[in-house]
């Protein structure tokens, strides 16, 4: 789609770079008045211009970018396998405070190379299906029971009341890791998030084992008390 502005030609480019689209994600498409700048930002015509363009021009340019940027292309992304537990957490920090807030950011982890938006969005589905599997795979470790689903985990989909809790709480992991020790934080984060999670899950496992002994032992010594 092309747009002509006094002898000028602006046009809808086939695809959004991220760029454009966090530039675009500023504005509301719902709202008529933010129409001329969300063109301007994609074609570069001139907001003062596109003011004065018919309405219906406008709404038929906003469903178009609307459409473009709802499409997907497949892309690569690096072997999640491979990701630290580090890189790991930084995921988690920017799912909780929502993908179009930090999409240049995970994909900076995720493929650094990746330009447009389709290609960006692809890779971050992918990523979060691979990341809901790890959590159904570590359902003890996180406290879901068999029930839970891709739904009842928070996502883009699923955004929490309270999105900095989540860097919050996974600091408090990273602290316990390294032993209170602020100068082992970089060596946990730049340690295997599978083997990170393994660990964890052991020594979860470990805890209510002792616990369970605990208590055993706690049984045992009132049943022998009682019957003195």
């Known amino acids: 789609m092309t747009l002509n502005i006094e002898d000028k030609t602006y046009t809808i480019p086939e695809r959004l770079t991220i760029d454009q689209w966090n530039k675009c994600i500023q504005w ?3 709202l008529e008045h933010h129409w001329p700048r969300l063109i301007s ?9 596109l003011v004065k ?3 219906a021009a406008l709404e038929l340019g906003i469903r178009l970018i609307g459409e473009i940027a709802n499409g997907r292309e497949v892309a690569k992304m690096i072997d999640v396998r491979e990701l630290m537990f580090g890189q790991f957490v930084d995921l988690e920090i920017c799912l909780g405070l929502g993908v179009n807030n930090k999409l240049q ?3 900076d982890i995720l493929n650094p190379e990746i330009v447009y938006v389709d290609e960006a969005l ?3 589905q992918k990523y979060i299906d691979w990341r809901n599997s790890l959590y159904r795979q570590y359902s003890n470790l996180f406290g879901l029971n068999d029930e839970t689903d891709e739904d009842d985990i928070d996502d883009e989909e699923n955004p929490i009341r309270d999105p900095h809790s989540i860097a919050r709480s996974w600091y408090r992991v990273m602290v316990t890791l390294s032993n209170d020790n602020i100068l082992n934080l ?4 730049e340690q295997g998030v599978v083997k990170t999670l393994n660990f964890m899950a052991h020594q979860k496992q470990q805890i209510i084992q002792e616990n369970a002994q605990a208590l055993n032992q706690r049984i045992k010594h009132d049943l022998q008390r009682n019957r003195k």
């Open 28 to 30: 509301d498409f719902e």
């Open 41 to 49: 930002i994609i074609t570069g015509a001139p907001v003062d211009k």
């Open 53 to 55: 363009a018919p309405v």
């Open 105 to 107: 950011a995970m994909i």
């Open 122 to 124: 692809y890779i971050v």
């Open 186 to 189: 970089d060596q946990i984060a």
